[in-house]
Nanobody, 121 residues
């Protein structure tokens, strides 16, 4: 069984920083990419950032220059450093991994349970 365990998040004032991390564990053969999505109340879930196994990163336009995604392939951990946070960054942040589970025949999406990030004025 594959699990994505997130940590970090919380409450911060606008302009502040927070970091998130997510560890993938369980019966994993290979991970293609890991990333972060977020969902604000009344809005659809949106992609924030992702990073491939080879280290290629991509970001939503709204977070470019403020957020940095990184990873540790050995530990199967992905990190998200969030700087200069804005109230509009308030959302539940979900970790995502596209991976091949043991004995699986296809690459599938796996999700963490979500962690709340709240940015106050």
């Amino acid at each position: 069984q594959v699990q994505l365990l997130e940590s970090g998040g919380g409450l911060v004032q606008a302009g502040g920083s927070l970091s998130l991390d997510c560890a993938a564990s369980g019966a994993i053969t290979s991970i293609n990419s890991m990333g972060w999505y977020r969902q604000a109340p009344g809005k659809q879930r949106e992609k924030v950032a992702s990073i491939t196994r080879g280290g290629s990163a991509s970001y939503a336009d709204s977070v470019k220059g403020r957020f940095t995604i990184s990873k540790d392939n050995t530990l199967n951990v992905v990190y998200l450093q969030m700087n200069d946070l804005k109230p509009e960054d308030t959302a539940v942040y979900y970790c995502n991994a596209v991976l091949l589970a043991w004995r699986a025949t296809s690459w599938d999406d796996y999700w963490g349970q979500g962690t709340q990030v709240t940015v106050s004025l």
